[in-house]
């Protein structure tokens, strides 16, 4: 059985406790969007090349043959950090096989 409250109150009240209710959910979901998922660290062609130690040429060439996996924004290019980090660890294990042998 469903139960009924009246309350005395107007509409620009109700609208206004409406909109203050939806408005903390949202920065709640935000906080804890941020919180789970923390941004993760954009490098541009630049920074990546001076990571890698090579250059720009070299970024492009690799980006084409999808040896690193470039996030377009507009008409720019980044790198997440991590995934560069994780590659640059797969690169110098490979190395270092090729070394061992």
Known sequence: MQQSILI???IEDLTSKM?????DKIRSII????????AEELLT???TAQL????????????KKEIL???KMGNR???KKS?????LDELNLSTSKKNVA
């Open 8 to 10: 005395n109150a107007s």
């Open 19 to 23: 909109v203050d209710s939806i408005s």
């Open 31 to 38: 906080h804890e969007e941020k919180t789970e998922h923390p």
């Open 45 to 47: 062609r630049k920074q």
């Open 52 to 63: 890698f130690n090579v250059s720009l040429q070299t970024i492009s060439d690799w980006t």
């Open 69 to 71: 996996v470039a996030q």
């Open 77 to 79: 290019v980044y790198f």
């Open 83 to 87: 995934l560069l980090l994780g590659r």
